[in-house]
């Protein structure tokens, strides 16, 4: 990035005038109108899992909002204090429930980070591959449930069928659909089964035919820009401020991916490209999500290419259990067994932040190890914390069937939102 | 890990880049008194500050040239109650800070001591959009008070929620006390906002 594009954000622009959570608004002095309260949610179905917007309105404008969020608080961070370090895995697959696979990596690209080991090639190519098949489902998941919103019901039904068939690629790997429980510190449970690469090619194939449908049929669609174009707008110095990531950062012009920006796993032997938009609207999210998926189906046509053949799964004894055969037929195989099924992980002492490019935007895992085999501290950064946040200010001047596009448009996942 | 930490600012790590010992530099130059420790752990560069100079670091970092932190990443806290450890901290909670830049291409983690007893540390809402919830979350969770936040309620938990879940000392399985619908039918009163 060109560093003389980016403004510090001024003193002036972060007066507290639309500080999420901090605006309630006096009706207009010359109208003899009054400001109006609807509540949005909690169970709405636009509102994705569950969020509550309290929206005040005069006539049908926006004039406030205030989100209202923790429905879906189930005590991650507790649960994880609480659990070997091992067992918080399936619980980050609940995390951002329609790309479980890349929480999955992240947390453990996390303690992997805190014991200081490189994982074998072959297991950081597979990790590529189902991250980005992951990341295409959450995208799908995503434009399918926004175009659906805004009135696109078969764009909907396409998509969701597109979903299908990766979802049944990461269900040959490993098992389950979206609770998946598939990487281990070290490496991957499973390696893939036989035919597998060839089967994605196949099926990546089907999934394109899908996304190049579905383009003909809203990309230039009036209805569908009328409803997008101009919605939501962010300019790029809010949206850096505001913290965003990923899509949405990207839809304001900022081409800043993790992948490339902190290289991690083998990303930066692949090829590909960051598309960027140009106003930051819910359309410009629309189109670089669509282009996304794109690129990451080159990602992961390339990483077919490369993938290395070896081990899934490191040799070292602190990380993983011993081979079968280890076990039953030797004394160390089966010490070492108890002691890792007993004891758990012992990560050494010391703090490290792991960001990751998830579905949605930068995932981050901070972890605390004190070297005793429970964690201190397990955090998870969520992207779309900081999204629902600046929802206020991304429908002030709207109107409230707008509220539905921009919504739909930055992706909030609510098991991720609220932990 | 005590070889790799220490009070000085010299990187352990042949491979890591130049940029983020320039930030610690520049904090030491500018802040003397402000500095606790610095270490870089698996390559994460880590400033300890004391809490009464946040504020005033957090607005250094942002706008110096060299530093350029834009993007306000993460906010959060550790309870360092019965941990035994060598991690070097001093009081019982860590209000941790995270920071990215994206023109210099660099990240920063602030930590500040914040004393059981006296559990407030002044709040920096005022320099990123993103910092309100982040504070209202640790808020929420460890009960640590940001001073100056202009908006400090609960944001995960309910307002009647009593204690802070993230804290050690809160049991796990603590059971809290049924709420009374009266209470609720009060505050959310539907109808024309007057």
């Known amino acids: 990035m060109n560093a003389s594009e980016l403004t510090t954000i001024s003193a002036e622009e972060l007066k507290p005038v639309h500080l999420p959570g901090a605006i309630i608004p006096a009706p207009p002095e010359d109208s003899d109108t009054s400001i109006m309260r609807i509540e949005i949610g909690p169970a709405h179905p636009a509102m994705h899992g569950i969020v509550r917007l309290t929206t005040y309105l005069d006539g049908e404008q926006i004039v406030g909002m205030v ?60 990790r590529v591959i189902m991250g980005e098949i992951s990341r295409i489902t959450d995208h799908l998941t995503c434009l399918a449930a926004c175009a659906m919103e805004v009135g696109g019901f078969t764009f909907f039904l396409w998509f969701i069928k597109a979903r299908e068939y990766l979802y049944e690629l990461l269900e040959q790997v490993t098992g389950g659909r979206v609770t998946i429980n598939w990487t281990r510190f070290g490496g991957n449970s499973t390696d893939f089964p036989d035919g597998f690469l060839k089967e994605v090619e196949v099926r990546l194939e089907k999934v394109r035919e899908v996304i190049e449908e579905g383009d003909q049929l809203v990309t230039r669609n009036k209805i569908f820009i009328d409803r997008m174009k101009n919605i939501g707008v962010l300019s790029k110095e809010k949206a850096i401020s505001y913290g965003f990531t990923g899509p949405l950062l990207r839809a304001c012009g ?74 039953y037929g030797s004394i160390e195989g089966l010490i070492d067994h108890f002691k890792m099924v007993m004891e758990g992980h012992h990560p050494p002492a010391g703090e490290v932040y792991q960001p990751i490019e998830g579905g949605n935007g930068e995932l981050g895992f901070y972890l605390v190890s004190d070297g005793s085999g429970d964690p201190v501290k397990c955090r998870v950064r969520p992207p779309c914390f900081n999204y629902v946040q600046a929802m206020p200010e991304l429908a002030l001047g709207h109107y409230v069937a707008d509220i539905i596009a921009i919504f739909g448009s930055i992706n909030m996942i609510g098991g991720e939102l609220d932990r | 890990m005590p070889e790799e930490s220490s009070a000085s600012t010299e990187s352990t790590e042949a491979s890591e880049p130049i940029e983020t010992s320039v930030v610690i530099n520049l904090v030491q130059q500018e802040y003397p008194a402000a500095m606790l420790t610095t270490h870089r752990h698996r390559g994460d560069e880590t400033i300890a500050l004391k ?14 040239p060299d530093c350029r932190f834009e993007m306000f990443v993460d906010l959060t806290a550790v309870d360092y109650l019965l941990i035994e450890t060598d991690l070097q901290q001093t009081e019982r909670f860590e209000v941790v800070y995270h920071l990215r830049s994206l023109s210099k291409d660099h990240r920063i983690r602030l930590k500040c001591p914040v004393p059981e007893d006296d559990c407030q540390i002044p709040s920096i809402h005022m320099l990123w959009h993103a910092v309100n919830w982040y504070e209202r979350e640790c808020y929420d ?54």
């Open chain 2, 51 to 64: 809490r009464e100079f946040i504020q005033p670091v957090c607005r250094l970092l942002r706008d110096h």
């Open chain 1, 67 to 126: 989100p209202e969020i923790g429905y879906l608080h189930r005590g991650f961070e507790k649960e994880s204090e609480n659990s070997k370090w091992i067992q918080v895995i399936p619980y980050t697959d609940r995390l951002n429930y329609v790309s479980p696979v890349l929480n999955n990596i992240g947390y453990s690209m996390a303690v992997e980070k805190l014991f200081g080991v490189e994982i074998p090639r072959r297991a950081q190519f597979a």
């Open chain 2, 141 to 194: 969770m460890y009960g640590i008070h940001f001073e100056g936040h202009p908006n400090l309620t609960r944001i995960l938990m309910y307002e009647q929620f009593q204690g802070h879940p993230l804290r050690k000392d809160y049991p796990v399985d603590k059971q809290q006390p049924l709420l009374e619908l009266n209470d609720v039918e009060e505050r959310y009163h539907y109808g024309r906002f007057e």
């Open chain 1, 254 to 327: 900022v081409p800043y991916d993790i992948r490339r920006a902190d290289p991690h796993l083998v990303y930066d032997e692949l090829d590909f490209e960051i598309p960027i938009g140009e106003v930051g609207d819910s359309y410009d999210r629309f189109l670089v999500r669509m282009e996304e998926m794109r690129q990451s189906i080159s990602i992961i046509e390339q990483a077919i290419d490369k993938i290395p053949y070896g081990p899934v799964m490191t040799r070292e004894r602190y990380l993983g259990y011993p081979d079968k055969k280890e076990v």
